[in-house]
């Protein structure tokens, strides 16, 4: 059974970090794209970066370039999103998602197309606020 499993939001003040955690199973990452994604009220769901499958090469969206990276230990089932310099627009729940046909379709993830992905987990809120 294919699931994901998100955990590690809360509450941060404006310039904090957080790191989410996606604990994923029933696949594996060797052959699976991750992509994290938030969707906050009101707002479209938008990706904020992925990591390929294999060795991996993450993206990201001009928005979170430079404070976001996500990063995976394969080996234990987990893909991490380390959040930093964090504002209220992050605010949002957050989203890890596998796309299960990454070797038939790209070597490289993407964070535009969420319609990739086949399967998702439940999300973490996170809230930035003082």
């Known amino acids: 059974q294919v699931q994901l499993v998100e955990s590690g939001g809360g509450l941060v003040q404006p310039g904090g970090s957080l790191r989410l955690s996606c604990a994923t199973s029933?696949?594996?990452?060797?052959?699976?794209?991750i992509g994290w994604f938030r969707q906050a009220p009101g707002k479209e769901r938008e990706g904020v970066g992925c990591?390929?499958?294999?060795?991996?090469?993450?993206y990201y969206p001009d928005s979170t370039q430079g404070r976001f990276t996500v990063s995976k230990d394969a080996a234990k089932g987990m893909v991490y999103l380390q959040m930093n310099s964090l504002t209220p627009e992050d605010t949002a729940v957050y989203y890890c998602?596998?796309?299960?046909?990454?070797?038939?379709?790209?070597?490289?993830?993407?964070?535009?197309?969420?319609?990739?992905?086949?399967?998702w987990g439940q999300g973490t809120q996170v809230t930035v606020s003082s």
């Open positions: 998602a596998a796309d299960r046909q990454a070797g038939a379709r790209s070597n490289m993830c993407s964070w535009r197309r969420d319609f990739w992905y086949d399967s």
């Open positions: 029933g696949f594996s990452l060797e052959t699976a794209h």
């Open positions: 990591i390929s499958s294999g060795i991996p090469s993450t």
